[in-house]
C-alpha cells in the first residue's frame, strides 16, 4: 500500500500529496530516494514509493510521524510538521 504525505502548514493549512509531482509543488525538488530515481517530469505522476519519504522530510525541515494533530495514529499516511522554531 502507498503511504501519502499530509504537510501540516502552521496557519496555513494542510495540504495532501499522493504522487511525486503534489510533493514538488509543496516543497521543491529537493527529493531523497529510495530507489530508480525518477528524472523524466512526466513520470512525476505516480505514488511516492520511489520518494525516501523520512530522510526528504529532514532534509526539507520537517518532523515526519503517523500522527494526525489530535494525536490518533494514522496507519496510511505520514504527517510532516515543521522544524521551524523547535
Known sequence: MCMDVV???GNLGSVR???INQLISYIGCDLSWHFNKVTNPEDFDICLCPVDLKQTAIKNGYLQTQSKPDGDFDPFTYHWYSTEGL
Do not use: F
Request: aromatic content about 0%; some cysteine.
Open 17 to 19: 500529496c499522493e504522487t
Open 7 to 9: 504537510i501540516h502548514r
